[in-house]
């Protein structure tokens, strides 16, 4: 294999892909959603924010590094109005200066209750 699969017990099942990949001092983390469980029904921006960093936090720390060894985040909304969450939550995880990121609006995701997704790329010292 080329790249090391790391585990992150902390994460949903990955089904067929790999949450975080990591080659060398690269760190690729696949895009994050906030899948709500069966008793919270479906989630506000806001919720669905604080749980994709908080999924970013634990994939990056997973694989041996911290919030500040991410260099690249891209970030994909159903609906601009949902931006102000991401504004919200990006500086509780991360600390200036922050990450390169590119922000699209697409029609939907893979599940319909699902508003927004975060991938990201570190690399490590």
């Excluded at 260099?71 to 995880?93: A, G, M, N, Y």
């Amino acid at each position: 294999m080329g790249f090391e699969v790391v585990e992150v017990p902390d994460l949903p099942p990955p089904g067929q892909f790999t949450h975080v990949a990591k080659k060398g001092k690269f760190v690729f983390i696949s895009g994050q959603t906030a899948e709500p469980e069966a008793s919270e029904g479906n989630l506000d921006p806001d919720a669905q924010a604080e749980r994709v960093f908080g999924y970013l936090k634990s994939a990056i720390e997973a694989a041996g590094g911290d919030m500040s060894d991410i260099v690249k985040i891209t970030i994909f909304l159903t609906d601009l109005s949902q931006f102000p969450s991401i504004l919200e939550w990006r500086p509780k995880f991360f600390t200036p200066p922050f990450p390169a990121a590119t922000c699209v609006v697409v029609d939907s995701m893979v599940k319909r209750e699902l508003i927004m997704e975060i991938e990201a790329t570190a690399i490590l010292d």
